[in-house]
């Protein structure tokens, strides 16, 4: 009988277990978005090798910032020699300030969730190995006051949206291969037209007023 109970006791105790580590596991979103980056990067210099996923935040790893809440504000990784991709998970880091990733050798798209980091000042991802199109969800991302994407292989049009955020303080495209109108208000106007440069299929200032502006530009 003693035996019995001795194993109910010991279930119970697992169960509860099991419950407090789902629970951990569930309370560290911002851990898991990082880890998932880590896990999408190639790191030939171990400079991600202190992200280990089994601390309770990610607090403590190197090039990484928290606000007093835990919650991850920065990631700065900037000229670290990555390579691979950016995972869409990032986008899950709700408090972050600043996403520092330049001079890599990043490839592959800009996830469309990257719209999601509604704190976001910094987008830093000049001089990787960038394609695709600057997704048009970075409307949303409305505390931007540093846009850096220039010296990639990016295409397609620069989101005209963007005029939206008033915020804007830099904003950089140059050597892409971006094409269509170059934006001329909201911030846009204040940008000067040399951070356009060196993408051979913008055609220059939109026209404003103008019902059609025809363009080549997919
Ligand atoms: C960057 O990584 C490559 C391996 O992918 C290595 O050969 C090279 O030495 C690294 N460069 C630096 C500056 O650490
Ligand atoms: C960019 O990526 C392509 C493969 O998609 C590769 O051939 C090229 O060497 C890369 N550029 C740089 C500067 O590493």
């Not at 003693?2 to 194993?7: D, E, L, Q, T, V």
């Amino acid at each position: 009988m003693a035996s019995r109970k001795n194993c109910e006791l010991f279930l119970v105790a697992s169960l509860t277990l099991t419950l407090v580590l789902i629970n951990l596991v569930e309370a560290n979103p911002d851990g898991d978005a990082l880890y998932a980056l880590r896990q999408s990067l190639s790191d030939p210099d171990h400079v991600l090798e202190s992200w280990d996923p089994n601390l309770v935040t990610p607090c403590t790893w190197f090039h990484v910032s928290c606000n007093q809440d835990q919650r991850v504000t920065r990631v700065d990784l900037g000229n670290s020699n990555l390579s691979g991709h950016i995972a869409p998970e990032l986008g899950n880091l709700e408090q972050l300030q600043f996403l520092e990733l330049y001079k890599n050798n990043i490839q592959g798209t800009i996830p469309s969730e990257l719209g999601n980091l509604k704190n976001l000042i910094s987008f830093d991802l000049y001089n990787n190995n960038l394609t695709g199109n600057i997704p048009t969800s970075l409307v949303k991302l409305t505390s931007l006051v540093f846009f850096r994407v220039n010296d990639n292989r990016l295409t397609g049009s620069v989101p005209t949206e963007l005029r939206k955020i008033p915020s804007i303080k830099v904003f950089d495209v140059r050597n892409n291969d971006l094409c269509g109108p170059i934006p001329t208000e909201g911030p846009f106007e204040y940008i000067p037209l040399e951070n356009f440069e060196n993408n051979p299929r913008l055609e220059g200032p939109e026209l404003l007023g103008l019902a059609s502006y025809d363009t080549n530009c997919n």
